[in-house]
């Protein structure tokens, strides 16, 4: 995020009235009018660039000033920051009519990669091509390699001819592969005890120290560079991007039917290797060029580098240079024979290197893209990663978000070792539990993929004591972690109790199945942990991780119920139940976990309407044992529901009535017992819709066996009275009381036409659907305003 400075200046840069700009406007137009090319235009510039790119749409400009812009962007008198300022400004004004740029008549390499990008940003084909035309012009040029050539690269990969492209690539090639090996001169000062007789410059070091004896690459070291090193660098950057972009036209590329023959055979006939490279076609010349090079690299990284920025160098240089080599061998499988003996030494050393970790996921990625025409286990790979990563470097948030990327990247390539993937989700949960925040989108995407019919109850039930295992990560790091090196868990929290209830062998049980790198197939009861950990509730890292869990249950339950049968629908349905009241005490989450679950379980009763006879016992169980509604009773609330929906005969034949009456002196008993006692600090209020849902559900059942339907009348005439009654108001609200008050007279009405009231509150499948609710002759509003009038004194169609 920005600093306070600089929030303040984007909000005053966005704030500027169209007279301000028409000011500043003005004063450039002045300024570049005159060629006046001082600090007071480079200032005018930069306020200028500030306005237009601070907001997300387009600042209107005085043509005149625009047309200077272009003039002093092609003026090769004016110096280059204001040239820069010039383009940047002309694009963000992109696209727009009111340019009328051209690069035809541009020859210096510096500006043309200006003017190209302001084109690039107008998206005209025509000046498209152009550009490109340019561009191949001054390559082939053969023009002095001074700074221009490095902003031309940018532009020329934007190119799609084959000519261009075919262009580009030779000069990559040379670039990659005949850099100087001699490091550049020092720019000289010009003073007066300059002198001519300055030392020649060294040859380029290895990152150890060591002269290098091989030609250039990025990890190679000096005091100062030539310009031709800094496009070795700048090529070696765009290098995959550009092999990617001309692969598919390269003449060596195989097509997909023909590639898995090639690869089979890649091991047992080495490819033709007599054919100099100088003969080679540009894209195939280019691919030996950069396998050569990474072959370099790989080199490289095993060297110890002096000083720490060299080695994190060497971490990424490695890093690019191996999915560098996996696109070759894409494109062309006879580079496959000689990359995997490499690899398989690299993917040795790196196992043994914890600091390279990193590095570990492309190499991954290649065997997984070629292990089986390699005769390499990538399984056992790709185990050993989902295995180790996760449980010892959760706390890296860049590998974080890198190895779940590459999780999701790689998902088409695991093919029958998904398997490994899915059996390794309580490690991989383990990144989300720490850095939930960025990583929440990534695992949304990725869930579908890791969840199936074996691991569903499993991860339900670790997504549900995911702030718990943030918890238990951040006590695992506080045990671990040498007291000299900077804490990484929140050291504002102390926590001593939590930390001897880890080391004691009375939970390492309990902590090892949370802490688990696999799954298990068994679940444990975690409630003692959840008090263990109860000082680490308010720690800001599980609080974030809290928040996410909602999100990712819904994300879980979509995919569920894309392959759930009849037999897991009942398990996380009673799975809902029973966790509903043995959540992680953090601060809102039980609320708002309480408000997912309800929802989450009226969806799987409609998935499955026979669920409320199957699990009547259970229901009923979980009815009878609550002492009121809790965080707003929305569990309770779908519970009543789904029994009043659909514990009937229209939706199970195994209904039976004496299920309808323990259903009915369950719920007859629970809302006496809310509506009866008196609100306190430890049982607030029972909210309306608890009472009308409880009312509407008792009404229900005793439509469907008559003999309830005096007793339902009986409590429903006391609920009107205690609705009407001054107590009811400071108890639930004038509002709650006259919703209670309604539904209560709503439901007496409709039990006083017992065939009516079957209609509406049972109604069939035929009377579900939409037009029973919109059609004005058969709608099912229509029967309720029936009853209405009929049941009215007023409207003299009953006696009095």
Same mark, same amino acid.
């Given at each position: 995020?920005?600093?306070?400075?600089?929030?303040?200046?984007?909000?005053?840069?966005?704030?500027?009235?169209?007279?301000?700009?028409?000011?500043?406007?003005?004063?450039?137009?002045?300024?570049?009018?005159?060629?006046?090319?001082?600090?007071?235009?480079?200032?005018?510039?930069?306020?200028?660039?500030?306005?237009?790119?601070?907001?997300?749409?387009?600042?209107?400009?005085?043509?005149?000033?625009?047309?200077?812009?272009?003039?002093?962007?092609?003026?090769?008198?004016?110096?280059?920051?204001?040239?820069?300022?010039?383009?940047?400004?002309?694009?963000?004004?992109?696209?727009?009519?009111?340019?009328?740029?051209?690069?035809?008549?541009?020859?210096?390499?510096?500006?043309?990669?200006?003017?190209?990008?302001?084109?690039?940003?107008?998206?005209?084909?025509?000046?498209?091509?152009?550009?490109?035309?340019?561009?191949?012009?001054?390559?082939?040029?053969?023009?002095?390699?001074?700074?221009?050539?490095?902003?031309?690269?940018?532009?020329?990969?934007?190119?799609?001819?084959?000519?261009?492209?075919?262009?580009?690539?030779?000069?990559?090639?040379?670039?990659?592969?005949?850099?100087?090996?001699?490091?550049?001169?020092?720019?000289?000062?010009?003073?007066?005890?300059?002198?001519?007789?300055?030392?020649?410059?060294?040859?380029?070091?290895?990152?150890?120290?060591?002269?290098?004896?091989?030609?250039?690459?990025?990890?190679?070291?000096?005091?100062?560079?030539?310009?031709?090193?800094?496009?070795?660098?700048?090529?070696?950057?765009?290098?995959?991007?550009?092999?990617?972009?001309?692969?598919?036209?390269?003449?060596?590329?195989?097509?997909?039917?023909? %590639?898995?023959?090639?690869?089979?055979?890649?091991?047992?006939?080495?490819?033709?290797?007599?054919?100099?490279?100088?003969?080679?076609?540009?894209?195939?010349?280019?691919?030996?060029?950069?396998?050569?090079?990474? *072959?370099?690299?790989?080199?490289?990284?095993?060297?110890?580098?002096?000083?720490?920025?060299?080695?994190?160098?060497?971490?990424?240089?490695?890093?690019?240079?191996?999915?560098?080599?996996?696109?070759?061998?894409?494109?062309?499988?006879?580079?496959?024979?000689?990359?995997?003996?490499?690899?398989?030494?690299?993917?040795?050393?790196?196992?043994?290197?914890?600091?390279?970790?990193?590095?570990?996921?492309?190499?991954? *990625?290649?065997?997984?893209?070629?292990?089986?025409?390699?005769?390499?286990?990538?399984?056992?790979?790709?185990?050993?990663?989902?295995?180790?990563?996760?449980?010892?470097?959760?706390?890296?948030?860049?590998?974080?978000?890198?190895?779940?990327?590459?999780?999701?990247?790689?998902?088409?390539?695991?093919? %029958?070792?998904?398997?490994?993937?899915?059996?390794?989700?309580?490690?991989?949960?383990?990144?989300?539990?720490?850095?939930?925040?960025?990583?929440?989108?990534?695992?949304?995407?990725?869930?579908?993929?890791?969840?199936?019919?074996?691991?569903?109850?499993?991860?339900?039930?670790?997504?549900?004591?995911?702030?718990?295992?943030?918890?238990?990560?951040?006590?695992?790091?506080?045990?671990?972690?040498?007291?000299?090196?900077?804490?990484?868990?929140?050291?504002?929290?102390?926590?001593?109790?939590?930390?001897?209830?880890?080391?004691?062998?009375?939970?390492?049980?309990?902590?090892?199945?949370?802490? %688990?790198?696999?799954?298990?197939?068994?679940?444990?009861?975690?409630?003692?942990?959840?008090?263990?950990?109860?000082?680490?509730?308010?720690?800001?890292?599980?609080?974030?991780?809290?928040?996410?869990?909602?999100?990712?249950?819904?994300?879980?339950?979509?995919?569920?119920?894309?392959?759930?049968?009849?037999?897991?629908?009942?398990?996380?349905?009673?799975?809902?139940?029973?966790?509903?009241?043995?959540?992680?005490?953090?601060?809102?989450?039980?609320?708002?976990?309480?408000?997912?679950?309800?929802?989450?379980?009226?969806?799987?009763?409609? %998935?499955?309407?026979?669920?409320?006879?199957?699990?009547?016992?259970?229901?009923?169980?979980?009815?009878?044992?609550?002492?009121?509604?809790?965080?707003?009773?929305?569990?309770?609330?779908?519970?009543?529901?789904?029994?009043?929906?659909?514990?009937?005969?229209?939706?199970?034949?195994?209904?039976?009535?004496?299920?309808?009456?323990?259903?009915?002196?369950?719920?007859?008993?629970?809302?006496?017992?809310?509506?009866?006692?008196?609100?306190?600090?430890?049982?607030?209020?029972?909210?309306?819709?608890?009472?009308?849902?409880?009312?509407?559900?008792?009404?229900?059942?005793?439509?469907?066996?008559?003999?309830?339907?005096?007793?339902?009348?009986?409590?429903?005439?006391?609920?009107?009275?205690?609705?009407?009654?001054?107590?009811?108001?400071?108890?639930?609200?004038?509002?709650?009381?006259?919703?209670?008050?309604?539904?209560?007279?709503?439901?007496?009405?409709?039990?006083?036409?017992?065939?009516?009231?079957?209609?509406?509150?049972?109604?069939?499948?035929?009377?579900?659907?939409?037009?029973?609710?919109?059609?004005?002759?058969?709608?099912?509003?229509?029967?309720?305003?029936?009853?209405?009038?009929?049941?009215?004194?007023?409207?003299?169609?009953?006696?009095?």
């Amino acid at each position: 995020m920005f600093t306070a400075g600089a929030e303040s200046l984007l909000r005053q840069a966005r704030e500027i009235r169209d007279e301000e700009l028409g000011g500043l406007c003005s004063r450039i137009r002045a300024l570049l009018g005159k060629e006046d090319w001082g600090p007071d235009a480079l200032d005018a510039l930069r306020r200028l660039f500030l306005v237009v790119s601070a907001t997300k749409y387009s600042r209107r400009l005085e043509e005149t000033c625009v047309e200077l812009l272009q003039a002093a962007l092609c003026s090769p008198s004016c110096p280059e920051q204001l040239q820069l300022l010039c383009a940047a400004v002309l694009r963000e004004r992109s696209p727009s009519r009111s340019l009328s740029l051209t690069c035809g008549s541009v020859q210096n390499a510096q500006q043309l990669g200006l003017v190209a990008s302001v084109l690039l940003a107008q998206g005209d084909r025509t000046q498209v091509s152009i550009v490109g035309q340019c561009a191949l012009r001054v390559l082939e040029s053969r023009q002095p390699e001074g700074p221009g050539l490095r902003r031309l690269l940018p532009v020329m990969s934007k190119v799609t001819s084959l000519e261009q492209t075919d262009a580009l690539s030779k000069r990559l090639g040379d670039w990659l592969r005949h850099a100087s090996v001699q490091q550049g001169s020092a720019h000289s000062s010009g003073g007066f005890f300059s002198t001519p007789r300055a030392r020649r410059p060294g040859p380029v070091t290895e990152v150890d120290g060591a002269v290098a004896t091989d030609f250039f690459t990025v990890l190679s070291t000096g005091q100062h560079f030539t310009e031709d090193q800094w496009l070795n660098v700048q090529a070696f950057s765009m290098l995959r991007a550009w092999l990617l972009h001309g692969g598919s036209g390269g003449a060596s590329t195989p097509d997909t039917d023909d %590639r898995s023959e090639l690869e089979s055979s890649t091991l047992s006939v080495l490819s033709a290797a007599s054919t100099t490279s100088h003969l080679l076609p540009p894209q195939e010349r280019l691919r030996e060029k950069a396998f050569e090079y990474c *072959q370099r690299l790989v080199e490289q990284s095993s060297r110890r580098a002096l000083r720490k920025a060299d080695s994190e160098l060497q971490k990424a240089c490695l890093v690019e240079a191996v999915l560098v080599l996996d696109v070759l061998c894409r494109q062309d499988p006879s580079f496959l024979y000689r990359t995997v003996s490499c690899l398989r030494a690299l993917h040795a050393r790196l196992c043994g290197d914890p600091a390279c970790v990193r590095a570990l996921l492309p190499v991954a *990625q290649f065997f997984l893209h070629h292990g089986e025409a390699a005769a390499v286990d990538a399984e056992a790979i790709s185990q050993h990663l989902c295995t180790r990563v996760p449980a010892e470097h959760f706390h890296s948030p860049v590998l974080a978000f890198e190895f779940v990327r590459f999780c999701r990247d790689s998902l088409p390539l695991f093919g %029958r070792h998904l398997s490994v993937l899915r059996a390794s989700f309580p490690n991989l949960f383990k990144f989300l539990a720490w850095s939930s925040p960025p990583l929440t989108s990534e695992f949304v995407a990725l869930l579908p993929s890791l969840v199936d019919a074996g691991t569903a109850v499993e991860m339900l039930h670790l997504l549900l004591d995911l702030p718990c295992l943030t918890a238990a990560l951040d006590l695992q790091l506080r045990s671990s972690q040498a007291a000299s090196e900077k804490p990484l868990w929140d050291a504002s929290v102390r926590a001593p109790g939590c930390l001897e209830a880890f080391r004691d062998p009375q939970y390492q049980g309990l902590f090892q199945h949370l802490l %688990r790198a696999k799954a298990s197939g068994t679940t444990e009861r975690l409630a003692p942990l959840h008090q263990l950990l109860q000082p680490l509730a308010g720690c800001a890292r599980v609080a974030q991780c809290a928040e996410a869990v909602p999100i990712l249950l819904q994300a879980f339950f979509s995919a569920v119920t894309q392959f759930a049968d009849g037999t897991l629908i009942s398990q996380l349905a009673l799975l809902l139940l029973e966790r509903s009241d043995t959540l992680f005490q953090v601060p809102e989450y039980q609320a708002r976990m309480h408000r997912v679950l309800s929802s989450q379980f009226l969806a799987l009763c409609t %998935r499955r309407p026979s669920l409320v006879v199957e699990q009547a016992k259970e229901l009923l169980e979980f009815v009878g044992s609550l002492g009121g509604p809790q965080d707003g009773g929305h569990m309770l609330t779908s519970v009543v529901w789904a029994i009043g929906e659909y514990l009937s005969v229209s939706w199970d034949r195994r209904c039976t009535v004496e299920q309808v009456n323990k259903f009915f002196e369950a719920l007859e008993a629970l809302l006496f017992e809310v509506t009866q006692s008196r609100p306190s600090a430890a049982l607030p209020a029972c909210p309306p819709q608890v009472i009308t849902v409880l009312m509407t559900t008792l009404t229900k059942l005793a439509s469907r066996s008559q003999d309830l339907v005096p007793r339902v009348s009986l409590f429903l005439s006391k609920m009107r009275t205690l609705a009407q009654s001054p107590a009811a108001g400071p108890t639930h609200g004038e509002e709650d009381a006259r919703a209670v008050l309604t539904r209560a007279t709503e439901l007496l009405n409709l039990l006083k036409m017992p065939s009516v009231a079957q209609f509406v509150l049972t109604p069939s499948a035929e009377v579900s659907e939409p037009r029973y609710h919109r059609d004005a002759n058969t709608a099912l509003p229509l029967a309720l305003s029936t009853v209405s009038r009929l049941v009215e004194r007023e409207a003299g169609l009953l006696p009095g």
